[in-house]
């Protein structure tokens, strides 16, 4: 290999838009824990922050051309809205904005085969997005708040693999992870398969068949980086993804 080949592959990864407080400042802002993209450098890969902004698909495509690869992070709920449902009264309130940027970069993303991550809200990103729904509240369908124990304390849970899956091929048979979310996949979208669940049969996992890297956890890889599998992952799918897009 040489020349653009040697260069690293660049990953776009979504970002919050929330009131946020630093130093004297009390204002709006665009941020993403330094984990999610320190789980992308570590595993081979430029990391650049795709904050919400006004998007169209030109927009859209325009951003897309300068990376090889798309993580949609973890976050706020999704609005209900976009599958059909009223809000649940433990349901966030809806960010427009960045359900707008997540859901039209993952539209033109799906059409050019770029390759995804989608961590916790972004997994139901996905879902949503291929016209599944949601359970809005966790706790109404499994009796109990461990998926989100408390605020801003993850739980570990042993999710199951399906053989035969992406997922399975990287984690093995199991794997120990770190939870946090109060929803999950119900209806899933059309054309993913479920490629790991919990010991309650919550859907953990998700993913579509075929030759492009397109897998969504329910989980938080990023809160544990002596396993860069995942990230590792979507690197080499987005490597891949870059020499293919050079010798077009």
């Not at 450098?41 to 650049?48: H, L, N, Y």
């Not at 033109?108 to 016209?131: D, F, T, Y």
Request: hydrophobic share 40%; net charge negative; charged share 20%.
């Amino acid at each position: 290999m040489s020349g653009s080949e040697d260069l690293p592959p660049v990953v776009g990864m979504t970002t919050y838009l929330e009131q946020a407080q630093t130093g004297v400042w009390d204002v709006r802002a665009s941020f993403l824990p330094h984990i999610y993209f320190e789980g992308v450098t570590m595993a081979g890969g430029i990391a650049v922050l795709l904050p919400p902004q006004p998007v169209d698909d030109k927009i859209a495509d325009r951003v897309l051309d300068g990376v090889h690869g798309l993580v949609i992070t973890g976050g706020k709920d999704v609005d209900p809205a976009r599958y059909g449902q009223r809000p649940h009264l433990r349901t966030d309130d809806p960010r427009h904005d960045r359900d707008a940027w997540e859901f039209a970069l993952l539209a033109r993303a799906l059409k050019r085969e770029l390759p995804v991550l989608g961590i916790c809200r972004g997994a139901q990103v996905l879902n949503v997005a291929l016209g599944g729904t949601l359970h809005q509240h966790l706790p109404d369908v499994v009796g109990h708040s461990r998926h989100q124990a408390d605020n801003a304390v993850f739980s570990e849970s042993r999710v199951h693999t399906v053989p035969g899956t992406r997922l399975a091929a990287l984690l093995g048979e199991y794997s120990d992870e770190q939870c946090y979310h109060h929803q999950a996949i119900a209806e899933v979208g059309d054309g993913l398969v479920v490629s790991a669940r919990d010991a309650d049969g919550v859907i953990e996992a998700v993913e579509l068949p075929g030759d492009s890297f397109v897998l969504a956890v329910q989980w938080h890889p990023e809160e544990r980086l002596n396993d860069l599998r995942l990230f590792a992952a979507v690197v080499e799918a987005a490597k891949a993804y870059a020499i293919h897009r050079t010798n077009a």
